[in-house]
């Protein structure tokens, strides 16, 4: 079963003692009055706990009706008056779908008769399942008997607590319509809880809070305290000024425990997350620094060898220099003398030329000069060798075309 925190304060304590004084009582029935969240239903299935007493309550669902709560009573009935089990009936404002479910309870509380409850043939099955009990109690056996015999022990079994709210004008025109809401009834007011319960109730939530140290943790709890009675404080203060009610329940109290509770646990875990990202920040930043000093060790000594790559290029550049210096002089005779082979080339090609056409005109005679040697005979050679008239002339020609002959200017003389 759970429990308010409520139950454990004083106060709570205080209307614990009051119910089940009431249900200890024979056909003792409760009003509990208080707004909603004041800790009514949970003291009162404390106090029925304590009074050994079976808590019996309706659920609401969206297609509850007349029906159904009639079929709920009956349950009801058949547990209090046929088991013959100690039963609490423990009903609120919140399952008040309709008001005929008030009218009901209200025949509970003054007769312990609900009208028309069972139909002809489920009653006889309800009386013939009560009839040996009856009859061991000696209370006759008659239908009527047995039908007084059924709500007597209803009515000794059956206590019922109703939660009602005072808001608005509802539960005055309840009582009006309904007067055994207060003639067959103990009412227990439920009004503001007082300083000391408060606290309690907040020291009690916070108990397992690490807060740093207990003055912190009271300090926060006398401030849950002061905030919850300066809001009583002020919302009496508009009723009186702009007459307008504000509700201030103790659930409103424990959901701003709660709310503090669960704001706490996240502002907790947000700042755990940055002091982790911050705590990995800075390793990270430790494994850096560490990375840069062995690389600056890494850049000194690549420094010193660019440095000496770079005096080396220098000194290549400087023989680059120089060796292009050379190179452009010696493209620049290179050139000259291109320019002056070409020029005698071209010189050349004009003598060859003008060779080649003079030997196209000295062709014919070199021609008719071959024909005629070959008509020379070894006479004429004689002739020639012992000067006869004539052979100067002769020999003269013979030196000028023996090369074109033998191919050799010193040989024209084997001619």
């Not at 669960?262 to 930043?285: I, Y």
Request: aromatic share 6%; glycine share 4%; proline share 3%.
């Amino acid at each position: 079963m759970h429990h308010s925190p409520s139950a454990s304060c004083r106060d709570a304590l205080h209307h614990v003692c009051r119910i089940h004084r009431i249900l200890s009582q024979p056909r003792g029935n409760a009003l509990l009055v208080g707004v909603g969240g004041s800790g009514r239903k949970s003291l009162a299935r404390l106090a029925a706990y304590v009074a050994e007493l079976k808590v019996f309550s309706i659920e609401i669902t969206k297609t509850y009706r007349l029906s159904e709560f009639r079929e709920d009573l009956k349950g009801l009935y058949r547990q209090a008056g046929v088991a013959n089990k100690p039963t609490l009936f423990l009903f609120d404002e919140t399952q008040i779908k309709y008001e005929t479910f008030l009218e009901d309870v209200n025949n509970i509380l003054t007769s312990g008769e609900v009208p028309n409850l069972f139909p002809k043939d489920e009653l006889g099955g309800v009386l013939d399942e009560l009839r040996p009990a009856a009859k061991a109690a000696m209370a006759g056996e008659t239908q009527e008997q047995l039908m007084a015999f059924f709500l007597e022990r209803v009515r000794t079994n059956l206590h019922v607590v109703l939660c009602l709210s005072p808001v608005g004008e509802t539960f005055r025109e309840r009582c009006r319509m309904f007067p055994g809401l207060v003639n067959c009834t103990t009412i227990d007011w439920f009004t503001e809880w007082p300083a000391d319960a408060l606290y309690e109730v907040a020291t009690r939530q916070m108990a397992s809070e690490d807060l740093g140290s207990e003055e912190v943790k009271k300090a926060v709890c006398r401030m849950f305290v002061t905030a919850h009675q300066s809001v009583e404080a002020t919302s009496r203060s508009m009723w009186l000024t702009i007459r307008r009610r504000n509700y201030v329940t103790p659930t409103h109290y424990l959901e701003t425990v709660r709310n503090y509770k669960a704001l706490l646990a996240e502002k907790r875990t947000e700042l755990l997350s940055k002091s982790n990202k911050l705590s990995g920040g800075l390793t990270k930043l430790d494994e850096t620094r560490v990375q840069v000093a062995d690389m600056k060790k890494v850049v000194e000594h690549k420094q010193v060898v660019v440095s000496q790559a770079k005096q080396d290029c220098e000194e290549l550049l400087v023989q680059i220099v120089q060796d292009k210096r050379v190179a452009d002089e010696q493209e620049k005779q290179v050139n000259a003398e291109a320019t002056k082979i070409a020029k005698e080339t071209d010189e050349a090609n004009a003598i060859a030329q003008q060779v080649s056409a003079e030997l196209e005109k000295a062709l014919p005679a070199l021609q008719e000069a071959e024909a005629a040697l070959n008509v020379l005979t070894k006479k004429d050679i004689s002739e020639l060798k012992v000067g006869t008239p004539g052979a100067a002339a002769i020999w003269f020609n013979a030196k000028r075309i023996g090369p074109y002959i033998t191919g050799s200017p010193s040989n024209w003389v084997s001619v």
